[in-house]
C-alpha cells in the first residue's frame, strides 16, 4: 500500500475540496495534514457580515451541535469550543437548562454534560478563520466546480471550474484528491455516472417536512432560566418547534411542520401564533416582546437520502463524496453537522492508512459513521403516521415504542441519560436496550403524559 501521504516529508500533492459547509471545512483541515497543498473551492463569495449565504440557505435554521459533534470538532481544532463561547456562543447545561419535550413527554431535567449553541453563520465563520489560518490551505471562494477532470479511466485527476454566470471563465484545477463536500445536492453521484461507473442507489424516506425561522434578541433573563426549548412532533401532532439563545443574546425560532398542510406560515403574526400553540405561556410572552433581527426563512427538505457509495464495486480513485452529499438527515434530528465532522474523522483514519483503495475504504468507514444517526431518524420519522412509505403495523409499534420510552424518561435519570445520550451521539444508545431500561420503560411506559408542552 502506499504510504499516506505527508508521512515521508516529500511533496505529497494537491487535495481539492468542492464546497466549504461543514464537511467541506473539516474534510480540509484533515487533509492539511497529509498533502503539501489543500484548495477549498467555493461557488459562494464569503458574506463580510456573518450573513446567511445562498449556497447554505438552511443557515438560517436552528444548527444545534451535538456533543460528540463538538468533540469531533475538538480533534480537528484544539480549543474551537473554548474560543466559540468566549466569542459570544452559549453553552449550555444539559438537560438543567435545555426543555426538551420528545414524543409528548419532557426529558427528566438531570445534568447531563455541556452543549454548544450559535447560528450556523457563526459557526461556520470561526471554522473558516480556522482552516484559513493553515498556511497550505487555500481558498478560490466565487468558482463552481462543473465536472470531474480524468488522467486515465479509473483516475480522476482534477476538476474543471468556471465563475457562476453567463460570461464565466472556466479553469482546471489538477488534484491528488478531489473530495466532493457539495452538500445534498452534490455532483459525486452524477460524476461517477458521466466517467462510466454505476451511480451509487439511494435510500430515500419521504419526509416532506417544511421549516420556517425568525432570529430576535431577547434581553438576557428575559427568557427564563432556560437558555432552548425543543418541542418535537408526535403521532398525533405534526409540528414541531426548537427555540435556542445563540451568540450574544440573540434567538432562533424554527418551526417545522411534516406535509404541506402543516408547513409553518411565513407571515410574522401567523408565525407568532403558530408557535404559541406549542410553546409554554411564559416564552409565548417573552417571544411577543422580543426584537425581531430577521424576516421569516421558510425551507422545504423533502425527504431524508443516504447514497450509498459504500456498495459500489468500482470506484475511480482520486474522488470521493463527505458529508450531506453522501447521508442527508432529516434536520429536525439535529445530526448532519456530527455525521459530517465524524465522516471527516473517517477520512483521515483511512489517509493515515495510505492511499490505496481510498475511495472503497473511506466509503466503508462514512457509512459506519452515518449508520446510527440515519436509523434513529429513520426509525423515528417511520414512527409517524403521517411519514409515507411504512406499513401502519410497524409505524404503530414503533409509535407506541418511542412514547412509552420518553415516558419513561419523564420520570427515570437512567433512561432520560440513554435518550440523551442517543440522540446528542455521545454514548451508545444500545443502553437504550439494556434490562435496567427495559425494565424502566415497562413500568412506566403504560402512563398517560400529563400534557408536557405547555404550563
Ligand atoms: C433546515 C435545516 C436545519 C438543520 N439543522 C441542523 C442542526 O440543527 N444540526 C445539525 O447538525 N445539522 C443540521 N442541518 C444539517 C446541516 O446543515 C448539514 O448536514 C451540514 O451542514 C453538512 O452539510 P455539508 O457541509 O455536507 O453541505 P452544505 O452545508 O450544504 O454545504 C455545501 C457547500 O457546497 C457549496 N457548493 C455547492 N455546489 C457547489 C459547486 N458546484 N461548486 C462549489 N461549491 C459548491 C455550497 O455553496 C455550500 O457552501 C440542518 C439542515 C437543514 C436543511
Redesign the pocket.
Known sequence: MNPAPGSTGADTGHAVV???????LCAARVLADFYTRVTV????VFPEDGAT?R??P?GA??????SR?ASTLEEFFPGIVAELAADGATVVNALTELDIVFFGSRLLRVPLGEVLQAS?PFLEDRLRARVGAVPHIGFRPG????APVTRNATTVSGVRLARPGPAGSAEVLEADLVVD???????GAAWLASLGYEKPAEDRLHVGVG?ASRRYRIAPGAAGGDKGVLIGATPARPRGLVLTRQEHDTWVLSQYGFGKANHPPHAPEEFHRFAAELLPAALRDTLRHAEPLTEVAA?A?PASVRRNFHRLRRLPDGLVS????VC??N?IY???????ALEAAALRDCLAAGTDGLPRRFYRAAAKASYLSWLFSNLADRSLPYVPGTRPFLTGVLGQAFQATMRAAAVDPAVAAGVWNAVSLSGSPARLAGPRVMASVLRHGARRPRRPHRS
Open positions: 468542492l464546497g466549504s459547509g461543514i464537511s467541506g473551492v467555493e461557488r459562494d449565504r449556497g447554505v438552511q435554521h436552528v444548527h444545534s451541535l451535538t459533534g450556523r468558482m463552481e466546480a462543473v463536500a457539495m452538500g445534498r445536492a452534490g455532483r421549516y425551507f427538505y463527505i458529508g450531506d452529499a442527508s438527515l434536520p439535529g445530526a448532519g453537522m456530527t455525521v459530517a
